[in-house]
């Protein structure tokens, strides 16, 4: 295959290519549990859905977790019952499971996404660095267009908040509140023809929410002698005041994604200049 | 039968569409913008595939709420949680892949003045 | 099962710099490559004194969850010798950007390579599957952005082809890993691991080669191996010189801490619990990409391809080395391993002080190199031996190793290890090309100025890997651990992890 | 346990650090290099036969032992390599040339360490240094250009010779569990009556070593170019002692042929053995055939070394008594008149500044002690007695001739009288004939080349009058490989099968007869010293038949009727292979290098296609 292959030689290899890739991915899935087989409770879910993983630990450590030939027996395990609203000190208070796995059970992997993204933000800014031009209007935007968007961003900015402070009851969390939030920020870009987001908020959101992540972290290691465990109390399932760390941490989770992503669209929209001088 | 049939492979054959038709747009389009399209269609194929080995059918949310109860004597009847996250991770991750694709690409744009992706490369191999 | 959990400052510490350093830049810009060099600093110490105070085997607990129910770090002895090594050479690259890095962002390039250096750390400590992942992934876009950092176009067209390429790459393992976790339920490597057979063998075999295709991505083994010689010559020499001794280190331990400990059989030389033998699959490859890299290096004119071309030929010899299999072989792919990141990050710093000295990137122009700068073409030299395996250079004990192994494996790795010698001689001739070069007298060109803050970290490698050369101990009994580690699959890891598990 | 075995090796390192410090102080650095090498000979009176030590290597955690043990043949390696690197160093203190002394020394480490270990990892390893560092010194030659070229092509046969070395020994490390050469060796010879093939094909893989570093047939087309090429006062260490390596590797492995019983056998000799034999002929031959017809002076003597080289393996391969002495003896020999040679040529050269023997001529005048040392040394390599080639050469062809080998000796009584011829045209181009202008104003060698000089003419006179100082030892290294010494009747006396010869008797005899020229040389007419171009034929000077200075010379097609007989000789070019299978990877590589076209897109292609075969080969699996 070298770089100027005919276009029709080259959708012909791609598409046999992809034939014989597609017929490996059928082959393989005839093997895998099917939708009705499914089953959760094979699973480590199991655990964190019923919010039984210190019970887990316990028989672990006493060697009965596993049974002959390294099966785990994950249904063995005792747990008591949840009730929304009722049950209290969990040992993880979210109500939402798949947030109390993104941030307690398995919170470092949200850290390393933070700071992926974080990275991505960075790198696209590092890429843009230069002198700033004066922004080229390219279309003017129409009166309802500037006037809905300032008015639509109040709105946006509450939404998102919402949507991150809720990220233990509610589907959502940091991750979309953040992304709602910069949403708004685009609008204003867009409906604004000389917006200029101020830069030093940005950072200043981005750095301080970030290190919160991690000194919230680092607090677990020094209280709890473990990163990211959590140390407050889980407080009753359901109630806004629960759950411990996780709302603090998709706090600083939603504050510092909004920042970067707004840094993001600054960094794309607004045309710059590249001096190596 | 039908029913059967969608309910074990209706996502799975979804998502290795996506993953297939990505593919083939990688691989055989030349702009480096529709280059980064088909990466995220790809993207979006094997998020798809993994909802859909978390999901099956008749299970429920896995949000405790007042009436959502998410077992029953002891079986788990909720979807898996735990996919979920692992999707939420990785369409974040692939919002940064994205991200930075499109700004390399603006700054190909700029630099070597195409978007052929044949002509990214320096005399004198 | 000791629990070390200190450790996790090793990834929460750069961590929180890195969120902090653009508050350093409001500062000034100049300060933060400081932030980052003392960050990568404590580093090295404390990866160092967990190496030297033998503070492994031990695991990181993460949020108090037990594995294999959280996150875990598994610091085993690969994981402490491999960080000590991606740290140490984190610092020393740290300090050659002090003088190198000047223009442009600075600040956010300080975060990038720093966060380079903990990704690649944190895809070496951790435990989980997933979370490899993910550091994969840190590592992964801080590369690209870090590749396409720099005045010229040729950055980023490289970096575009690792991207494109390494985007494909990681979507596979991804799927790898999402056919695991429907057969066994866990994403936790050490469950996984002890729990390999009780998966359908089908199955296991694809999500074995998707896994195995999208690590060799990283761990630069042909044909996934494209993007290397555009990227490395794309990038600034620093940025090569991190991505040949940090970026490939961790590559290539994460392909073969999945084909060795979660795919491997204990205490043989395959790893076959699905339908095909991962390590024969990884030998094949490996030896491909030694015979392919070194071929291309031989013709090649521009000194900085050449490197590129070698860097991916050296990582196949460390790919072969391990994938032998034997303790013998897992030594002296490991020893390589430090050899080749030692050696080959030296010199991409060479490059980077020769080029920005005015002395261009050619092989031509590296004629009589020796009167206007002894210091740097004699560690070139250096570099150069130890990568063939010179003796009294760090090379030749693995170089050593490494063939002795799979003669004592014997069998068709007979064959594999005469394809690699043949190639180590094509390798032989282009370097000692350029050293001839060098050597020669008929420069018409003035002595060249050497800053002193480049020379440090050069310095210390080229002293380092006479060291090694003389008392290959010092990273031999490392490797030796290492090397049981890799090899013992129950005794050397899973056991260290999750105790209980073969309770029965 | 005795520590100064590990000594012999770490002085010179310790001598070679401290050189490499001071490398920019050119006479220090050779006083180091001298000092280190007198130090070193030192230690080895203190060495003695029987002598071992043993230590431990971190080796993967095991422990590999490394184990020294002084043979016969070791000390005697030991003495001639080191006294002669003396002699060479202190010749070194005046000289010019670009040798670097602490490469020397590091030869020298590994040179002691090869000679004194008993154990694989250690020889392999000194192997490998000695090898690495001689590429190294090889670099600094005259003609910077081509001693680059010579010393990558050196790198290039010498690393294919390690690697072979390599697999050789692991893989009896993988049949005996250890490392030891002599447990190792005692293995070989204890299984090749039951698999003779598995013996031969690992023997075989260390003798493409040896031969590779002593330059032997089919490998030998690098050693004009790197004995030519090489800094001319590196040159005699290179042929001297270097070449010297192989030899002793191949007495290592030798005695195994003893055992050979299974095997074929050919005159008596087992069949490897007899082909052993035929290639050191053939080596010898081709050696003197193509010295012939060489201008650059040192590679004329590159291929009379190639030449001696093969005297010297024939007569080890037949192993018989007589054989083993007079290799050993020829070895020893060889390394005195060559270095003494080389010696000389380097002075030679640096005096004249050119190694083209067609530039020089009628140097004699200028340099007297230089012309006797090489007159003396070309009669040695001639095997004129009473010089000390002459007792060797002779043992080797009645070793032969003992073994019904007529049309090898034949051979080898050819190549010693082309041997004649081409050293003849050294000695007359360099020295006799008329001098050139250009050399109006050159002087003898400084008092310390002299005084080399002076030494070694001395030791080839007494070393050719004296033989049994050296016959006694080498009888002693026969006896130790399990083979009957030669008697040695007394010091004055070469013994072999059918007769003895009294050396000092035709020392004296030419002694006298040369006495006798003399007086006949003073008392005839007085002689006029004319210059190049003062001749004339029927009225016309040389300039009007169109002869310049340069074509005027003597040595100007020297031997061009023997040119034309032995062309179809020169047609035969064994480095083509060699150069074809370069020529051949090159264009490998540049094919290869196709593969990576530099597009994302058909990047990704190799990716997937990768995947498929991957996906396909976990399918059919």
Known sequence: MRNDTPILVKKITALSLITILMVGFFWAFTEMPKGSSVNVNNRVSRLYILKNVKAATKSLNSGNFFAKGMKPLRSDVPYSPITFGKSANLEDGAANVVTSIVVDYRGFDTLGEVTVLFLAATGVAMLFFGKRKKNIIKAQASLIMSVGTRIAYAVILLFGIYIFVHGHLTPGGGFPGGAVIASGVLGLFLGNDHYESNHLGLKLFESLSGMAFVIIGLTGLFSVNSFLANFLPTGVIGDLYSAGFIALIYIAIGMKVGAELSAVVDSMIVDTEEEWS | MMQEFLQNYVYLIGSMSLIGIGLYITLTDENIFKIIVGLNIIESGTNLFMVAIAWYPKAVMPIYTLTNKLSINGKVIAADPLPQSLVLTAIVIGLGTTALALTIGIKIFEKYGTLDVRKIKEAGR | ?504 | MNSNLIWLVFTPLIGSAIAAILYNYKFLDRLITFSTFAITLFLVFGTHVGQTYSMNLNFMGRMIPLSWNVTHLSIFMLYISIVFGTILTFYSLMDRSRMKGFLLLLILAANNWIFTTNDMVGFFFAWELMGWASIVSVLGGRKERKSRHAALYYALMSIGGSYSMFFGLFTLWRLTGSFSISSNLAYLSSIVGVHPWWVLGIVSLFFVTFMIKAGIFPFHTWVPMAYAYAPDTFTPFLSAVMSKYGIYGMLLFLPISLMEKGMPTVFGLPWVNYIFVWIGVITAVLGTVLAFFQDDVKKLFAYSSLSNLGYIVAAISLFTSVGVTAGIYHAFNHLLFKGALFITLAAVISRSGTSKLSEMGGLWKKMPVTFFTFFIGIASAAGIPPFNGFGSKWLIYQSMIKQHLLFATILLFLASTGAFLYLFKAFHSIFLGQLSHNYDNVKEVPVIGQIVEYLLMFAMIFFGIQPGYILRPVGLIVKSVGLNPLAVMGNGYVTGMFSNVDMPLIGWSLAISFVFGFILFFISAKHKYVSQEDNYTAGQIPQDWGLTPETYQFSWKFYEPMEKLFAPFYRIKIDGFFRGLGDWTRITGSAVKQVFVGNAQIYTLFAVVGLIILVIAGWVA
Not at chain 3, 188 to 194: K, L, S, T
Not at chain 3, 303 to 323: D, H, I, P, R, T
Not at chain 3, 468 to 482: E, H, K, L, R
């Open chain 3, 1 to 504: 099962m000791s629990i070390f959990n200190n450790a996790a400052l090793l990834i929460g510490v750069p961590l929180l710099f890195a969120f902090s350093i653009p508050l350093f830049g409001l500062i000034s810009k100049q300060l933060t490559k400081w932030v980052t060099l003392l960050t990568i600093s404590f580093n090295a110490t404390f990866s160092l004194y967990i190496l030297l105070a033998h503070k492994y085997p031990s695991i990181v607990v993460m949020g108090n969850w037990l594995p294999p129910f959280g996150e875990n770090l598994y610091i085993g002895p690969v994981a402490a010798l491999l960080v000590s090594l991606i740290s140490v050479m984190g610092l020393l690259i740290a300090i050659y950007n002090l003088w190198s890095i000047k223009k442009g962002d600075v600040t956010r390039f300080s975060v990038l390579f720093l966060m380079f250096t903990a990704g690649a750390s944190g895809m070496v400590l951790t435990g989980d599957i997933f979370n490899l992942f993910i550091f994969m992934e840190i590592t992964g876009i801080s590369s690209f952005a870090l590749a396409a950092y720099g005045p010229e176009k040729r950055a980023l067209g490289g970096a575009f082809k690792f991207l494109v390429v390494s985007s494909i790459g990681s979507t596979l393992y991804l799927l790898g890993v999402t056919l695991i976790y429907t057969q066994l339920g866990t994403l936790n490597i050490a469950e996984i691991a002890a729990r390999i057979n009780q998966t359908t063998p089908g199955l296991l075999t694809f999500a074995g080669v998707l896994i195995v295709s999208g690590l060799a991505v990283e761990a630069e083994l042909f044909p996934f191996n494209g993007w290397v010689p555009d990227t490395y010559t794309g990038a600034i020499n620093g940025v090569s010189a991190a991505l040949s001794g940090i970026g490939a280190v961790s590559g290539v331990y994460a392909l073969f801490r999945i084909a060795m400990t979660v795919f491997g059989k204990d205490g043989t030389y395959v790893s076959s619990y699905g339908n095909l033998n991962f390590m024969a699959v990884i030998a094949v490859l490996a030896t491909a990409t030694v015979v392919i890299g070194e071929l291309s290096a031989l013709t090649q004119k521009n000194v900085k391809k050449m490197l590129a071309y070698s860097s991916m030929a050296q990582m196949g010899l460390v790919a072969v080395g391990l994938s032998i299999g034997n303790e013998l072989g897992v030594y002296g792919g490991i020893f390589q391993l430090v050899n080749h990141s030692i050696a080959k990050t030296m010199m991409f710093l060479i490059l980077g002080v020769l080029v920005a000295s005015g002395v261009g990137e050619n092989i031509d122009d590296f004629r009589g190199l020796w009167k206007r700068s002894p210091f740097l073409s004699l560690a070139f030299s250096v570099g150069a031996f130890s990568m063939l395996g010179f003796p009294l250079f760090g090379g030749f004990w693995s170089k050593f190793a490494i063939v002795g192994a799979s003669i004592q494996r014997g069998g068709w790795y007979d064959f594999i290890i005469g394809l690699v010698l043949f190639a180590s001689i094509v390798e032989a001739f282009y370097y000692l090309r350029i050293v001839g070069y060098m050597f020669s007298s008929d420069s018409k060109f003035p002595k060249l100025k050497t800053p002193w803050t480049p020379t440090i970290p050069i310095f210390i490698l080229a002293v380092s890997i006479i060291a090694i050369g003389v008392f290959p101990q010092i990273v031999g009994t490392f490797s030796a651990q290492a090397a049981s580690e890799f090899t013992h699959k129950m005794s050397g890891y899973v056991l260290n992890v999750i105790p209980t598990i073969a309770a029965h």
